[in-house]
């Protein structure tokens, strides 16, 4: 089992940048795929952004592609969304989630392990 803590949320103009952070506990982080999902009011949660286990591989929704970087570092139990270039679109609730797999879903129903979710404002 794995709990997730996100923080690095906040108000920001449009154009700035954010670096979300997920802070994992356990000593087996590094079996977990994770992967950052958004929540916009009165919206359906949806992908971000994705890692394997090793760092290796990474994926990402095309409304983020070359704008946003996920990274891990597994000797910190650590993920890291940095986000550049930020709109007011992605304004929205940052869920940070987990799931013991090789792979590297993309789907919110293929996790199983969530984050209490960090705000994140883009003003126009």
């Known amino acids: 089992q794995v709990q997730l803590v996100e923080s690095g949320g906040g108000l920001v103009q449009t154009g700035g940048s954010l670096r979300l952070s997920c802070a994992a506990s356990g000593r087996t982080f590094s079996v977990y795929a994770m992967a950052w999902f958004r929540q916009a009011p009165g919206k359906e949660r949806e992908f971000v952004a994705a890692?394997?286990?090793?760092?290796?591989?990474?994926y990402y929704a095309d409304s983020v592609k070359g704008r946003f970087t996920i990274s891990r570092d597994n000797a910190k139990n650590t993920v890291y969304l940095q986000m550049n270039s930020l709109k007011p679109e992605d304004t929205a609730v940052y869920y940070c989630a987990a799931k013991n797999t090789p792979l590297v879903p993309t789907r919110s129903r293929e996790y199983n392990y969530w984050g209490q979710g960090t705000q994140v404002t883009v003003s126009s």
């Open positions: 890692i394997s286990r090793s760092g290796g591989s990474t």
